[in-house]
């Protein structure tokens, strides 16, 4: 069964620290993406990916960077968390003709304390 | 620009009745994507349809039925005979475009419906 991993289902930072998320897909898709998610928001895109070492800002990239240096990772990075980061994210992959739209990771609940 | 709107927030119904998420779209695009997707308390989101612009058939799966609407611009979701499974948060979202293009195709979700099921 295809995949989306994400290294970690809950987090728990402290205030100023840098934070990687990692997520791994192994359907060989082009394109990766990061979204938050919180209450009444719905699903917001920070930054998505359609290639290896290309990246391209979402709606929200502010706070955030990503990298993906093979074409099954995508990292997002928070710089220095702060409070309002606290969130659930979720990583997706989709690739050319791809019927289901996009494939999700569990996601990765992380409290920035 | 494009724009997902689902105005109800949560849904509480009792076990057996039929229950409707409404979800309606903005697009200035003439090819473009509608899918619904159900988050289950496990957070993982879990592709239930996907249809495009120029199919406006209605579709029936099993208790799920799918209205899709270009005149008044929605998609609806009818759960009929609700279980207490189907208990979830339920997206409505759209994509832009034709999906074959080798570039990525963002996917613009709505906030979402919580839908409870009450025994």
Known sequence: DVKVTQSSRYLVKRTGEKVFLECVQDMDHENMFWYRQDPGLGLRLIYFSYDVKMKEKGDIPEGYSVSREKKERFSLILESASTNQTSMYLCASSGPGTRRGYTFGSGTRLTVV | ?119
């Open chain 2, 1 to 119: 620009a494009q724009k997902v709107t689902q105005a109800q927030t949560e849904i509480s119904v009792v076990e057996k009745e039929d229950v409707t998420l409404d979800c309606v779209y903005e697009t200035r695009d003439t090819t473009y994507y509608l899918f619904w997707y159900k988050q289950p308390p496990s957070g993982e989101l879990v592709f239930l349809i996907r249809r495009n612009s120029f199919d406006e058939q209605n579709e029936i799966s099993g208790r799920y039925s799918w209205n899709f609407q270009k005149s008044t611009s929605s998609f609806n979701f009818t759960i009929t005979a609700s279980q207490v499974v189907d208990s979830a948060v339920y997206f409505c979202a759209l994509s832009e475009g034709d999906d074959f293009h080798s570039s990525a195709s963002k996917i613009i979700f709505g906030s979402g419906t919580r839908l409870s099921i009450r025994p």
